[in-house]
């Protein structure tokens, strides 16, 4: 039997920073050696737009269709399954249940890309506040968003800001883990999980998002669910630091990852991996 190489957080040209065709990240996937495979394109409402980019919402339809369709064309050689990467701000709350709702997705990943309605990507954010202020009132709106409602499956790269600030890795996080707490507490608490997104190792982090002190506080407090995603945008990354991440899992004591299917998660215990 081929062995499980499992990829939960990928994009297509469905999302607007994507040019790749879904159909090849599916086959790029396949010969990845991925056996389950979970497309979660983006969704912003509300976002701060640019002259390339004027729009982070997708056609529910066409979105549904294609998936559906892949996959059934490749279900001998791969799972598929639907997913979004919603982008979580406070005042969306009404906005993300009635979108989940209204869609029947496998998986969602909920994601904070932008906090007081400003893009975290364009550093700007940051100007506003000292290093530490910037930090804790992430983590501060993170925790209102993972709290504002329950349709979603797992937290997406808990520590973003670092991919647009590395000199903020300088910064324990530790001094933060009050609010961290809060989150997991929560979301451990609502069956809901994590994610480890190796996108981090693309920024050359020399780390997932989250790093390892989080993923090790999670552990702590009883934190089981937990997927892995590359968060490729085009084929070359799929199944970015798989085994690594396995491996590093289980030297944390962690004992599943999980795949999610109609919105439940699905545990594959580690030793499947060996
Ligand atoms: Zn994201
Ligand atoms: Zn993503």
Redesign the pocket.
Known sequence: MQKKKFDF?V?SDFSSDSETPLENMVTAAIEAGITDLAI?D?VDYDYDLTADITSWEIDEAVYDEAILNFKDRYQKAIKLYKGI?FGVQPHLAERMSAFIDRNQFDFVIA?QHTVDRIDLYNGAYFNQYTALESIRHYYEMYDKCAKMTDAYSVL?HLDLYLRYRKDLKSVSVLQFMDIIDSIFDHVIYQGKGIEINA?GHKYKLGDNNPSIDILKRYREKGGEIITLGS?AHTPNYLGLMHDENIAMLDGLGFKYICTFEKMKPIFHSLKEFK
Do not use: A, L, Q, V
């Open positions: 957080h994009h979660t983006h990467e994601s997406g996108g968060d």
